[in-house]
């Protein structure tokens, strides 16, 4: 059995079955030869999926906790199916919780660009206003420090970003990223060097060890439930539009840029959050495309393709229509013609075809408010 993960790694995955209102269990297996995917049946015995590529999915989004959208199906691995698996993956692949503290949205960005950049891969993530218990708990070691009360008064009310990270023991690797809590004492090029400026404004915070980063993003992420009353995210649904940055381009690591390019290009990102979006609901989503446009079955496959980020934005210019000017910075559909006609805008920077485009946004005015909703309000649910 020794070389049995070489050819294949197996895991245990639960998919939440609407029609049927219960929950199926999977023996979902993973061979990195030709990163294809096989999913066995456990409670029917008898494969519910020959071996099949899955767009976007390679090994690196196989760990416990991780959701797999498997041909509009989202699969969520509960368990190693076998010991050499968990032997192989789970000393290398860790969680764990970091909050981006307040400041303008560019520098937010460039501190993501940096995480990814460092092999930590965001797989949850929300903005949030923080109370003085949120405040408490995610400080709980630091609560006897001098600086505490200052903290404290930096962050009552204010909004955060808060973020799960996976990655090779990503919880001493990010506490090494970040550098000393004092920026003048950091190591140069880690982030509170490079950003912070006094060990209050030091940019940011990670859990400093494993027990701790597990407590953190229980607290953080709670399940349904507590979600709507716990650390909610922060919509304002006021003269606002969508943003989405697409799986491919949270895939490929330009999240961080599409943040610094909306802040530049004079908006504020008044909410966020990440979404894994049921094949369901990107077909409901952009039903208005169907029969419209050639891409709408693409669109709908990238959009339930992996984690997006959706954020409401709001033009910092109060005099303006946000969801109008929004548009012309994330110019044409096609990033080719973009490259040509708008060079500077979004999918002139960051698109790749008119499917994977990086950037969706409100196409009418009036439609800014309505998807705001649909993803803050209806999916968040």
């Not at 760990?63 to 368990?79: A, C, E, M, N, Q």
């Not at 789970?90 to 764990?96: A, E, L, S």
């Not at 609560?143 to 990503?170: M, N, R, Y």
Request: charge should be neutral.
């Amino acid at each position: 059995m020794e070389g049995a993960y070489k050819d294949k790694y197996s895991f245990i995955g639960e998919w939440y079955d609407n029609q049927a209102s219960l929950v199926r269990r999977f023996n979902v297996f993973y061979y990195p030869t030709d990163d294809t995917v096989e999913m066995y049946d456990l409670k029917n015995r008898k494969t519910f999926l020959r071996r099949v590529k899955v767009t976007g999915i390679t090994l690196d989004n196989f760990f416990i906790g991780s959701t797999l959208p498997i041909l509009g199906r989202l699969v969520k691995i509960v368990d190693f199916a076998c010991e050499d698996t968990r032997n192989k993956l789970h000393k290398d692949v860790q969680i764990t919780f970091a909050l981006i503290k307040p400041m303008a949205t560019n520098i937010a960005g460039k501190i993501i660009t940096h995480l990814h950049e460092k092999g930590m891969k965001i797989t949850k993530m929300k903005k949030t206003n923080l109370t003085v218990d949120d405040i408490n708990f995610i400080y709980r070691q630091q609560l006897t420090d001098a600086t505490f009360p200052f903290l404290l008064d930096h962050l009552t009310g204010q909004q955060v970003i808060c973020l799960e990270l996976v990655g090779k023991e990503s919880v001493t690797t990010c506490v090494k990223i970040l550098g000393d809590r004092d920026p003048l004492k950091a190591e140069p090029g880690t982030i509170r060097a490079l950003y912070g400026t006094d060990s209050v404004r030091n940019c940011a915070h990670v859990s400093p060890n494993a027990e701790a980063a597990i407590e953190d993003l229980e607290y953080v992420f709670p399940p349904p439930p507590l979600s709507s009353i716990r650390l909610r995210l922060t919509a304002t649904l006021s003269n606002c539009t969508l943003c989405i940055v697409k799986p491919h381009a949270v895939r490929e690591g330009k999240l961080g840029a599409a943040l610094e390019a909306i802040d530049e290009g004079g908006f504020h990102v008044t909410a966020l959050n990440m979404f894994i979006v049921e094949n369901i609901n990107a077909g409901e989503f952009y039903e208005v495309y169907k029969g419209i446009v050639q891409e709408y079955q693409g669109m709908v496959e990238e959009l339930s393709s992996g984690r997006c980020v959706a954020m409401e934005v709001v033009a910092k210019d109060k005099n303006v229509n946000t969801a109008v000017e929004f548009r012309k910075l994330v110019g044409p559909s096609d990033p080719e013609i973009a490259r040509l006609l708008r060079p500077h805008t979004l999918r002139a920077k960051l698109g790749k075809t008119k499917v994977q485009n990086a950037i969706h946004c409100s196409d009418l005015a009036e439609d800014g408010l309505l998807e705001v909703e649909y993803f803050f309000k209806i999916l968040n649910l």
